[in-house]
């Protein structure tokens, strides 16, 4: 057998210690799952009548693309507080004794988040739908937001890897990634960013969601993409194989302590 093969088994096994541990200990999937959910109803309910009628629109169909991304952006403290959790309580070094790939350990973090945030993805897109979200994409729109997801998924937790690898504790490791939380909505979520300040509008341009949602929003909803693809495949390569280069130096020099 290969070692290319024993590094995808003993991911596998990886995975499946993550998936229990998340079904065993549901509460922080839960609060990172249902809180973009609630933060989508609330939006919706509490500032779509005020938003509808300056902008003349359907404020779902603006505001759901855009709080899909939340879904990646809260499950960074969910692998952070998850992979601090192993480090700081020694489990990790029981792994690094035993005959298993080094890198499993994160792969399987890594995959344990990505099935996650799809499945919340799933729920936030069929609470959007039940209250009045009408896409018009077709089949291949929709497999490519899918893969857009998964790509940001990916990007976005190989980073969260590295900070809750960087973290002494889970509850420092359920701070670090606050920043990542608040990128979506200083971006085009919520409102169009024409409407921000100069200062704050200058931020959201050129920060990873705000492509990223317009994407998402032009295949859902049929509106311009213009570069914003090319950005957000951009953003999403550079921040997921910086994240994957950083977390796998942070531990392969923890393992060598």
């Given at each position: 057998m290969s070692a290319t093969t024993y590094a995808f088994t003993d991911s596998v096994t990886m995975l499946r210690r993550n998936l229990l541990h998340a079904k065993r200990y549901p509460s922080m999937t839960f609060s990172v799952v249902l809180m973009p959910v609630v933060l989508l109803l609330v939006f919706d309910f509490v500032f779509g009548g005020a938003l509808e009628k300056s902008s003349g629109g359907n404020y779902i169909d603006y505001l759901a693309p855009g709080m899909l991304l939340l879904i990646p952006a809260y499950m960074t403290v969910a692998v952070a507080v998850s992979?601090?959790?192993?480090?700081?309580?020694?489990?990790?070094?029981?792994?690094?004794?035993?005959?298993?790939?080094?890198?499993?350990?994160?792969t399987g973090h890594v995959l344990g988040t990505l099935i996650q945030a799809v499945l919340g993805s799933v729920l936030m897109l069929l609470v959007a739908l039940a209250i009045g979200f009408r896409p018009n994409a077709n089949a291949v729109e929709w497999a490519a937001v899918f893969a857009l997801v998964v790509a940001v998924v990916l990007s976005f937790t190989w980073l969260a890897v590295a900070l809750g690898l960087l973290a002494p504790n889970p509850e420092s490791a359920s701070n670090t990634p606050f920043p990542i939380l608040l990128l979506p909505f200083l971006g085009s979520g919520l409102v169009a960013t024409d409407t921000m300040p100069v200062g704050l509008r200058q931020f959201a341009e050129y920060q990873p969601f705000t492509p990223i949602t317009e994407t998402i929003r032009g295949l859902l909803m049929g509106s311009e993409i213009g570069n914003n693809g090319y950005l957000s495949i951009a953003w999403c390569t550079g921040i997921g194989v910086g994240g994957y280069l950083w977390s796998s130096s942070i531990f392969a020099k923890q393992t060598t302590r």
């Open positions: 992979i601090a959790t192993d480090t700081s309580k020694g489990i990790a070094n029981r792994f690094r004794t035993m005959d298993i790939a080094p890198s499993s350990m994160l």
